[in-house]
């Protein structure tokens, strides 16, 4: 099976998780939805290719590893909705007028929100498109290596400090394909061999210790939407050297 391998380093990342209010928590590991978003970007998909999003997003199978474990910080900030710069319509990168809607106090009101991100982690992903429709796995590698847009890892302030793909492997499936993977390079981080944390798809079973999860990471992409639920493993790997 041809699998690429993605590595996600930066200074900040936030796999987002389900929004309570202001507060925007993040999930250990990304999710499919996050997923289809950054290859939909690098491919260049736009919101409205709803069918293209759902069709890429139902094809992704993937494994996920921390090889440099990241800290949990919490950004708070505020904004003065009630500035006369903020009563007039915001102009998007689309180039039309955002008009705020809502009450006086949507509208005008002091908000507090509440970011979490994972910081200083370093995160390897192997991931592979199931089925033989567009696009195809080196349709998705080339996409990678020069994307359409920029990509980010989360939010658009999630920039990765290098290119995240790795290479193109040859394994089993994307569990055995992340066991033989290479850790990243840690010497400066006084990182040594122990195990880490990963995730995989159930259907691949699971590793002694491991864990079985539910996850509401799907994405309704004509709705705006997170839809339904999926099943996952979490555990603990080693590389398999060879």
Request: net charge neutral; with cysteine; glycine share 10%.
């Amino acid at each position: 099976m041809d699998i690429l391998l993605l590595r996600f380093d930066a200074p900040l990342m936030s796999f987002g998780g389900v929004m309570i209010d202001q507060h925007g928590p993040i999930e250990r590991f990304p999710g499919l939805s996050l997923l289809t978003g950054l290859f939909a970007n690098a491919l260049g998909y736009r919101h409205e290719n709803t069918e293209q999003l759902e069709k890429l997003q139902d094809r992704i199978e993937y494994a996920a590893r921390w090889d440099v474990e990241p800290e949990r910080i919490v950004d708070y900030h505020t904004v003065d909705l009630g500035q006369p710069k903020m009563r007039e319509p915001g102009w998007t990168t689309r180039g039309e007028p955002e008009h705020r809607a809502g009450g006086p106090g949507a509208k005008f009101g002091t908000h507090q929100r509440y970011r979490h991100y994972w910081v200083n982690g370093v995160m390897s992903v192997a991931v592979t498109l199931i089925g033989n429709e567009e696009p195809d796995l080196t349709a998705l590698e080339t996409a990678l290596r020069c994307p359409t847009r920029p990509l980010f890892l989360g939010r658009k302030t999630c920039l990765p400090a290098g290119p995240l793909l790795v290479g193109r492997l040859d394994s089993k499936d994307v569990l055995a394909a992340l066991q033989q993977a290479g850790r990243a390079s840690l010497k400066d981080r006084g990182i040594s061999g122990e195990a880490m944390e990963a995730c995989w798809p159930f259907r691949l079973g699971p590793l002694p210790g491991a864990r079985l999860e539910s996850v509401y990471d799907r994405r309704d992409w004509g709705n705006q939407l997170h839809k339904g639920s999926r099943a996952r493993f979490i555990g603990w790997i080693r590389e398999v050297i060879e």
